[in-house]
């Protein structure tokens, strides 16, 4: 069976940086802990004024068809995922093609596009579509470019207003991909649920505390339906675990329940439990009030050994060093955290190839996938060709009254005219409105 998956990975950034402990918490009156210790968040990447989700997602692809060497007439299919749409008909993919076609000779017009929405997951979902129609022998040698670019903003003073962010990633789907295999195996979990939403508006309404829930629950449904097929998981089995990051506290979280599950009835619970005990079983106790109470304080307990902090700092915490620095970037969350986690494997100079990861995916609404990625030979080449930190370096900084006007810039209810802070170079950029209304983009030598 020929093996499908990720042969190239691009990150494109806002333009822009709010640096939260030191610009966002004074201006708020704040203390800066509550965003780096508690959400584990130092910045966001904000889009300058002629950057959003289509010069984003298109300067990130463009990137991967340099790199990869590729042409129009390589490319099957442009599928973009994104929670930020600003046409309900149109979709996003259209203006990307549209914009590459300014590059390059020849066209898109035979490639399949598309739009996925599901919240945060429908990155992952049209990755799943793009190994699909690989698998099937439809894609006829051609590759799959799957785009996840959102700007991932909330109103002001709202709670989630810290985790905002913005950028695209760009991945290139192939057969005997370079980068990672994706399991045929998948688990789901998904429900009717209403924790994060935006009916017919911008920016989301959201129940944070429910909205928490219902990501944990999800993601256990997922992980068990995933064993149901794959087999059971077990801590030793990955060397990363990346999770959907709309902050990393959150990641802490779910983290800390899927090693509780992974261990149980193996010889790390046996291990553990002459120091807090063996899990407590439902079949132990008269109510379910009185196991939960007993679950939450062997988590309590849990997270405080040795075994689990170094399971962690090992497999989760590195997934998460990108996001750090850039904030939520909805869709393309988890593919930061891949990322993320490749990176630190280069950095160390680790030995991945062959080793798995187990990719945990999330999207409010909602619904969990997880699968499992096998690290290929070529890795090492695409994380060094990757550029994000020279991104991160590069980003103007803003001042907290600057942010307020490229909040502005950005809210489609407020007509603001906003000078660019940052000076395009070789890259899409937004261009001004149509006879129709629509969005138009050119480049910039």
């Given at each position: 069976?020929?093996?499908?998956?990720?042969?190239?990975?691009?990150?494109?950034?806002?333009?822009?940086?709010?640096?939260?402990?030191?610009?966002?918490?004074?201006?708020?009156?704040?203390?800066?802990?509550?965003?780096?210790?508690?959400?584990?968040?130092?910045?966001?990447?904000?889009?300058?004024?002629?950057?959003?989700?289509?010069?984003?997602?298109?300067?990130?692809?463009?990137?991967?068809?340099?790199?990869?060497?590729?042409?129009?007439?390589?490319?099957?299919?442009?599928?973009?995922?994104?929670?930020?749409?600003?046409?309900?008909?149109?979709?996003?993919?259209?203006?990307?093609?549209?914009?590459?076609?300014?590059?390059?000779?020849?066209?898109?017009?035979?490639?399949?596009?598309?739009?996925?929405?599901?919240?945060?997951?429908?990155?992952?979902?049209?990755?799943?579509?793009?190994?699909?129609?690989?698998?099937?022998?439809?894609?006829?040698?051609?590759?799959?470019?799957?785009?996840?670019?959102?700007?991932?903003?909330?109103?002001?003073?709202?709670p989630g207003e810290a985790t905002?962010?913005?950028?695209?990633?760009?991945?290139?789907?192939?057969?005997?991909?370079?980068?990672?295999?994706?399991?045929?195996?998948?688990?789901?979990?998904?429900?009717?649920?209403?924790?994060?939403?935006?009916?017919?508006?911008?920016?989301?309404?959201?129940?944070?505390?429910?909205?928490?829930?219902?990501?944990?629950?999800?993601?256990?449904?997922?992980?068990?339906?995933?064993?149901?097929?794959?087999?059971?998981?077990?801590?030793?089995?990955?060397?990363?675990?990346?999770?959907?990051?709309?902050?990393?506290?959150?990641?802490?979280?779910?983290?800390?329940?899927?090693?509780?599950?992974?261990?149980?009835?193996?010889?790390?619970?046996?291990?553990?439990?002459?120091?807090?005990?063996?899990?407590?079983?439902?079949?132990?106790?008269?109510?379910?009030?009185?196991?939960?109470e007993a679950i939450r304080d062997?988590?309590?307990?849990?997270?405080?050994?040795?075994?689990?902090?170094?399971?962690?700092?090992?497999?989760?915490?590195?997934?998460?060093?990108?996001?750090?620095?850039?904030?939520?970037?909805?869709?393309?969350?988890?593919?930061?955290?891949?990322?993320?986690?490749?990176?630190?494997?280069?950095?160390?100079?680790?030995?991945?190839?062959?080793?798995?990861?187990?990719?945990?995916?999330?999207?409010?609404?909602?619904?969990?996938?997880?699968?499992?990625?096998?690290?290929?030979?070529?890795?090492?080449?695409?994380?060094?060709?990757?550029?994000?930190?020279?991104?991160?370096?590069?980003?103007?900084?803003?001042?907290?009254?600057?942010?307020?006007?490229?909040?502005?810039?950005?809210?489609?209810?407020?007509?603001?005219?906003?000078?660019?802070?940052?000076?395009?170079?070789?890259?899409?950029?937004?261009?001004?409105?149509?006879?129709?209304?629509?969005?138009?983009?050119?480049?910039?030598?």
């Amino acid at each position: 069976m020929t093996a499908v998956g990720i042969d190239a990975i691009e990150i494109r950034t806002g333009r822009l940086k709010l640096d939260l402990p030191n610009t966002f918490a004074p201006a708020q009156g704040e203390d800066p802990e509550k965003y780096t210790k508690g959400l584990g968040l130092h910045a966001s990447s904000f889009p300058d004024s002629y950057e959003d989700i289509v010069t984003m997602g298109a300067n990130a692809a463009h990137r991967l068809m340099e790199r990869k060497g590729l042409t129009p007439e390589d490319v099957g299919r442009i599928d973009v995922a994104t929670e930020s749409a600003f046409d309900n008909s149109k979709p996003v993919s259209t203006y990307v093609a549209g914009c590459l076609e300014q590059v390059y000779d020849g066209d898109f017009h035979h490639a399949n596009k598309g739009e996925r929405k599901f919240a945060c997951v429908a990155a992952t979902q049209a990755v799943d579509d793009a190994y699909n129609w690989i698998r099937a022998g439809r894609n006829r040698g051609k590759a799959a470019i799957v785009i996840a670019t959102d700007t991932a903003l909330y109103a002001r003073d709202d709670p989630g207003e810290a985790t905002q962010g913005a950028g695209a990633v760009a991945m290139l789907i192939t057969e005997d991909p370079s980068l990672v295999e994706i399991s045929a195996e998948q688990g789901y979990g998904s429900a009717d649920e209403t924790d994060f939403l935006k009916p017919q508006q911008q920016f989301p309404s959201v129940d944070g505390k429910r909205s928490m829930q219902v990501y944990l629950a999800r993601m256990r449904e997922a992980v068990e339906d995933f064993e149901s097929v794959a087999g059971a998981t077990h801590p030793d089995d990955y060397a990363y675990i990346p999770y959907h990051t709309p902050f990393p506290g959150m990641v802490r979280k779910a983290g800390l329940l899927g090693y509780r599950h992974m261990i149980r009835d193996t010889s790390i619970e046996d291990e553990l439990a002459d120091d807090i005990g063996r899990q407590p079983r439902r079949e132990a106790f008269d109510d379910d009030e009185t196991y939960e109470e007993a679950i939450r304080d062997y988590v309590d307990a849990l997270a405080e050994t040795d075994q689990y902090k170094q399971w962690y700092a090992a497999t989760v915490e590195p997934t998460l060093e990108i996001s750090r620095k850039v904030g939520n970037w909805y869709t393309g969350s988890v593919h930061i955290a891949r990322a993320s986690a490749l990176r630190d494997a280069y950095d160390k100079d680790l030995d991945l190839e062959g080793q798995r990861m187990l990719v945990g995916s999330y999207g409010s609404g909602a619904q969990a996938e997880v699968h499992a990625e096998t690290v290929r030979e070529g890795w090492r080449e695409e994380v060094e060709a990757m550029n994000v930190d020279e991104q991160l370096d590069r980003r103007y900084e803003l001042s907290f009254e600057e942010y307020e006007e490229i909040h502005d810039a950005h809210n489609h209810d407020v007509d603001s005219d906003v000078e660019e802070l940052t000076t395009p170079d070789s890259e899409f950029v937004f261009d001004g409105w149509g006879r129709m209304g629509e969005r138009q983009y050119r480049y910039v030598e």
